[in-house]
């Protein structure tokens, strides 16, 4: 197989790149961005989810959440990380893949870049973030990067297991509006298990030391794995979480996060994910030893 690439109309956006291997295929749009607005299977269902009205729209000068995959920089602080992405972008083609390079035209000036680039014949993409100060003075933050998925389907997120004895082994951090009685979340031993529900707008949020580096999504019929690198001796944003995941009533975001630094003039700061698209995987119910045989297949 060979990975092609072309020029298509998405989702009201007519600018837009589709990139293919036969398996899978992704689409950005270079109307606006930089985003990733469609990830799936060739010709089924897009396991990202798309804000239906923000869909095609551009060029405004409010923030919107248009949906996909998009990169930001934590610690999360209004106006800083909601710099606008309402604009063109640059992109280049590379091998099996392209790269979208937003240039920064506000204050936070920082330069966004994303990579992605697809595996000729497997369902794996491999996305490199990448966050470049152009201002004058040094910023401290985390790279960020946020997939916010299709509606319906049910999140994995393993817990640290390791044997500190006396000692505390994890933390589990909360937004002001995560209530523990959500009926959407359900801590279990090993697993946290997270139902999205497309009929309950309240959000909620977690977020974990994710020391596998890893988080699972269930839905369509098909199993999405989310991976990237947690470094034991590194320190992250918001209580220490590597991991953060958000749900509302269209979407559940998926968030890895890349250790804080004090990024100086015209340095650089690089987060890598993979991701993995299984066909033919079963939804599982929220019984643990359940979901433990089925991602033994998957996750090693």
Known sequence: MSVTIKKVSFSGWNNCIEVSNGVVDFIATTEIGPRIMRFGFVGQENEFSINEE???KKGEDIWRNYGGHRLWHSPEAMPRTYTLDNFPIKYEEIENGIKLIQEPKDYAYIQKEIEITLEPDKPIVNVKHTLTNKGAWAVELSPWAISIMATGGLQVVEQPMKDTGLLPNRALVLWPYSHMKDHRIHFGDKYI???QDPNKKEPFKFGIQNEKGWA???????????KFKHDENAVYPDYNASYE?????????MESLGPMVKLEPGASTVHLEDWILYDNVKRPSIDEKEIEELLSKYVK
């Open 245 to 253: 995941t958000y749900t509302t009533d269209w979407m559940m975001e």
């Open 193 to 195: 298990i997270f139902e």
């Open 216 to 226: 699972a999504y269930f839905n369509h019929g098909h199993l999405f794995i989310k």
């Open 54 to 56: 923000d869909a095609g």
